[in-house]
T-cell receptor
Framework: GDSVTQMEGPVTLSEEAFLTINCTYTATGYPSLFWYVQYPGEGLQLLLKATKADDKGSNKGFEATYRKETTSFHLEKGSVQVSDSAVYFCALSEVLTGGGNKLTFGTGTQLKVEL | GAGVSQSPSNKVTEKGKDVELRCDPISGHTALYWYRQSLGQGLEFLIYFQGNSAPDKSGLPSDRFSAERTGGSVSTLTIQRTQQEDSAVYLC?????????????FGEGSWLTVV
């Protein structure tokens, strides 16, 4: 079945450092790709998405480009802030029986940003 | 409501007891999903509803797990004869429709601890 692999955490960075969190996927067909974020004590929130090859999703300074040739969707941010400390989940969607949209998640990468 | 609402937020139950977890999706959202987040297994899909019907129950881990949705709105996930391995965060999510282009919004989860 479809699967998502993302880099192990935790990742610890200093404020204003460059962030990359790697994500690769295995899928039949052409899934949509997502990054979700979970801040401490909060629920999962959609950070960005891309629905087809070469699309770039962006939000709050984060970017990720859907690379079909490398089956990747790496998350990047040029300058992280302490407030970006959270767990980041890469996910893909596949169509379910009867419609619907199942998300398959990676294991999550914890990011800690220090002053 | 403004977001996906889940209750209870925390539940501690004794092994062998039944528990019910409730989800109130975003108003007007026809698609509803249940996921489970646990330390050992990450985020797992459990079941998908479109309206009141559940075309995909493939993620339910055993016949002790069931779910229903009434009035195209509120959903209840029931776990019978709880076991310690059922301890996890149960996440509910909804989207406007079931198609892949629709954003899936998550609630904050119900933390279940089986002792």
């Amino acid at each position: 079945g479809d699967s998502v692999t993302q880099m192990e955490g935790p990742v610890t960075l200093s404020e204003e450092a460059f962030l990359t969190i790697n994500c690769t996927y295995t899928a039949t067909g052409y899934p949509s790709l997502f990054w979700y974020v979970q801040y401490p004590g909060e629920g999962l929130q959609l950070l960005l998405k891309a629905t087809k090859a070469d699309d770039k999703g962006s939000n709050k300074g984060f970017e990720a480009t859907y690379r079909k040739e490398t089956t990747s969707f790496h998350l990047e941010k040029g300058s992280v802030q302490v407030s970006d400390s959270a767990v980041y989940f890469c996910a893909l969607s596949e169509v379910l029986t009867g419609g619907g949209n199942k998300l398959t998640f990676g294991t999550g990468t914890q990011l800690k940003v220090e002053l | 409501g403004a977001g996906v609402s889940q209750s209870p937020s925390n539940k501690v139950t004794e092994k062998g007891k039944d528990v019910e977890l409730r989800c109130d999706p975003i108003s007007g959202h026809t698609a509803l999903y249940w996921y489970r987040q646990s330390l050992g297994q990450g985020l797992e899909f459990l079941i998908y509803f479109q309206g009141n019907s559940a075309p995909d129950k493939s993620g339910l881990p055993s016949d002790r797990f069931s779910a229903e949705r009434t009035g195209g709105s509120v959903s209840t996930l029931t776990i019978q004869r709880t076991q310690q391995e059922d301890s996890a965060v149960y996440l509910c999510a909804s989207s406007l429709q079931g198609s892949p282009g629709n954003t899936i919004y998550f609630g904050e989860g119900s933390w279940l601890t089986v002792v």
